[in-house]
């Protein structure tokens, strides 16, 4: 068996085999992460990225199509990255929250410069994606004096106590109790959407949800402007506006979850919001905020965390500031390098090539998505739209053979998601047209 990592320090321990490394993990890790792997039977380790790139124990390179849960934005091992955060790293590893130091302060600056102008916004930081989803909640909460806050059906914003109240997929729903006072309005799906497509029919059911489910008055609503691990779900044009406009007329405040959309990844736009003319409150961010770091936040209007600071609110590693170096990285190489535009780029050259590969392949329901994140929905009938979970699941493993990783997430288990770094070529997306091509002629 060969040796992970053999000789390289930086790597997985020489003595280590596969298999003792398998069984460790299983041994040492809790069972409730057994379900996280993609490839459960057969896991991939990693040692190494290297930009849009990973590396296996056998040096075997992937194209990362998943960019690490979206969180590699700019690519891994990023040059800007390394510098902002190894040189802040020598500085000083963490400054707590109860102290000031340049890198949180100058990257709310930062962050806040890209925002609309004609809203005073501020930012708060905190440690994860469903952390700032909490902390939305709850300002949104301070801030209206009202309880109830909506959701979408089939969102995901973390599984947290707070968080997990807002998640719609019933596989993450069913262990433990979830925070009360969530509704979920049906989402406008426009493949396979109970209403069909279209946004009034819609609308007018988020009406009738908060006059039937609430007491009128709520504290707000939460969207995401595709929905990511929902199997890539794009809110179609005017219903994030029309939600809005809704939500603002029962008094509440209205949240725009970017954890997966933001920082340029749709291409056209650099925030999600931005393509529906939709005004958000407060916008939730993460993933690919700190390109690997660990870093989330809420910026909101000013209003609102003023509401909030009548509440003590503490957070140890917040102000980490080699994680906000990084997340100085984010904003600075996406336009330095002109990461938007190449992720519209390939995005559009993506999307190109499997609607001919749809043409070719029934098992391609849906393509959809923007910029660097779009789904591939696979199914057995293109009428009833019946799940093709196995065959893409074969195919998964066909496109991982050919050096491509996908995952294949959504509630029903059918979506494949292409989200990786932005900075990927065409090259790149030739070859993993002409990888998906040959999985799905393969059967
Ligand atoms: C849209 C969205 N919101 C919130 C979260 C929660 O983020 P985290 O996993 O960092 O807690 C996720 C995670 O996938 C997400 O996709």
Redesign the pocket.
């Known amino acids: 068996m060969q040796s992970i990592g053999a000789g390289d320090p930086g790597k997985q321990p020489a003595s280590s085999t596969r298999q003792s490394l398998i069984d460790a993990r299983h041994r040492f890790l809790s069972p409730s992460l057994g379900t996280a792997s993609i490839y459960p039977d057969n896991p991939l380790i990693l040692t190494h990225g290297q930009g849009q790139y990973v590396f296996d124990e056998n040096n075997k390179r992937y194209l990362d199509c998943t960019a690490q849960?979206?969180c590699i934005s700019l690519g891994a091992a990023h040059p800007v990255t390394m510098r902002m955060a190894g040189e802040q790293m020598h500085r000083i590893q963490h400054t707590t929250t109860l102290f000031f130091n340049e890198q949180p302060i100058r990257y709310a600056e930062e962050l806040v410069a890209r925002l609309p102008a004609d809203v005073d916004w501020v930012v708060q930081l905190v440690n994860?994606?469903?952390?700032?989803?909490d902390l939305a909640y709850m300002m949104a909460r301070a801030h209206t004096g009202h309880l109830e806050m909506v959701a979408l059906r089939n969102a995901?914003?973390?599984?947290?106590f707070g968080?997990g109240g807002s998640t719609s997929f019933s596989g993450n729903r069913w262990i433990s109790p979830s925070t009360q006072g969530f509704v979920h309005a049906i989402h406008p799906d426009q493949y396979k959407g109970v209403f069909g497509p279209g946004v009034t029919p819609y609308l007018d059911e988020l009406k009738r949800l908060i006059a039937a489910s609430t007491c009128g008055r709520i504290a707000g609503m939460i969207i995401?402007p595709i929905q990511?691990?929902g199997g890539v779900v794009p809110m179609p044009a005017g219903y994030m506006k029309g939600a809005f406009e809704i939500v603002r007329a029962a008094g509440g405040v209205c949240i725009s979850?970017e954890?997966?959309t933001a920082f340029g990844r749709l291409g056209s736009h650099y925030w999600g919001f931005e393509a529906h003319e939709a005004s958000p409150d407060i916008i939730?961010l993460?993933?690919g905020m700190g390109n690997g770091f660990t870093i989330?936040g809420v910026v909101c209007r000013r209003e609102i965390a003023e509401s909030f600071a009548k509440m003590r609110w503490f957070n140890t590693y917040a102000h980490n500031p080699m994680a906000a170096a990084a997340a100085r990285s984010v904003l600075k190489v996406v336009e330095d390098e002109g990461l938007q535009a190449n992720a519209q780029a390939c995005g559009d050259r993506l999307l190109v090539g499997l609607a001919a590969l749809k043409a070719r392949h029934d098992l391609i329901g849906d393509v959809r998505g923007s910029g660097l994140m779009l789904g591939i929905e696979v199914v057995r009938n293109r009428t009833t739209k019946e799940p093709a979970v196995e065959e893409g699941s074969r195919i998964q493993a066909r496109l991982r053979e050919s050096g491509f990783i996908m995952v294949k997430g959504s509630p029903t288990r059918n979506t494949f998601r292409i989200n990786p770094s932005l900075c990927i070529t065409f090259e790149d997306v030739d070859g993993l047209l002409d990888a998906f091509d040959r999985a799905l002629a393969a059967g």
């Open positions: 849960n979206l994860s994606g469903a952390e700032a989803i995901y914003h973390g599984l947290q968080a995401e990511g691990s979850d954890v997966q939730v993460g993933k989330a």
